[in-house]
């Protein structure tokens, strides 16, 4: 009778470790039942998305994961891909923002971001192209250039507009509100 409790007992944890393993516990779990690694859960696809395009990472710093940013202004939606640099991640971490976006000489729009971004690394200035997405430090302002606009100091190049997003934009007068979030 003694070797028989013996045997029950060294058979009672590995039947617990199998119970535990076969719920979801420890290794043996399916991906999706793990617990965090540090990781964000994956995001629901975004109907506005085509079948299989799936939104890069919006804290990427390599290019095959390049960070994006969703722009809606009334009816209208921009996508733009953003450089890796220390002001984009400082703009990444203030979104989702809704801003004020005031038109300034048929060139470009601006709103005033909540806090200052990081000028490490950037140029006193830049010339910005049509279709750019810039930060002029001067006065916190995000801005989408839908215009030729020169060199100017205090100007920080931070993306691209998707295909004719500055256009659709240029069509919008006067001041707009726009919401910018990560996509």
Not at 11 to 17: H, S
Not at 28 to 53: F, K, L, N, V
Not at 135 to 159: E, M, T
Request: aromatic share 4%; net charge negative; hydrophobic share 35%.
């Amino acid at each position: 009778m003694r070797r028989l409790v013996g045997r029950a007992s060294a058979v009672a944890p590995a039947v617990v470790l199998g119970a535990l393993l076969a719920a979801g516990c420890g290794a043996g779990a399916p991906a999706g039942d793990r617990p965090a690694t540090g990781r964000e859960p994956t995001a629901p696809p975004d109907p506005e998305r085509p079948p299989g395009d799936v939104p890069p990472s919006t804290t990427s710093t390599n290019e095959e994961d390049p960070m994006r940013i969703r722009i809606t202004i009334g009816g209208l939606t921009a996508g733009a891909t953003l450089q890796d640099s220390a002001a984009t991640r400082d703009l990444a971490a203030q979104l989702p923002l809704t801003l004020e976006m005031r038109e300034h000489g048929g060139v470009e729009k601006t709103g005033r971001l909540p806090a200052p971004l990081s000028l490490g690394g950037q140029p006193d200035g830049a010339d910005p192209e049509v279709g750019d997405v810039g930060y002029y430090a001067p006065g916190d302002d995000l801005v989408l250039y839908h215009g030729d606009q020169s060199f100017f100091p205090g100007i920080v190049l931070l993306g691209r507009l998707d295909g004719g997003a500055a256009e659709r934009i240029a069509r919008r007068d006067g001041s707009v509100v726009a919401t910018v979030e990560a996509w």
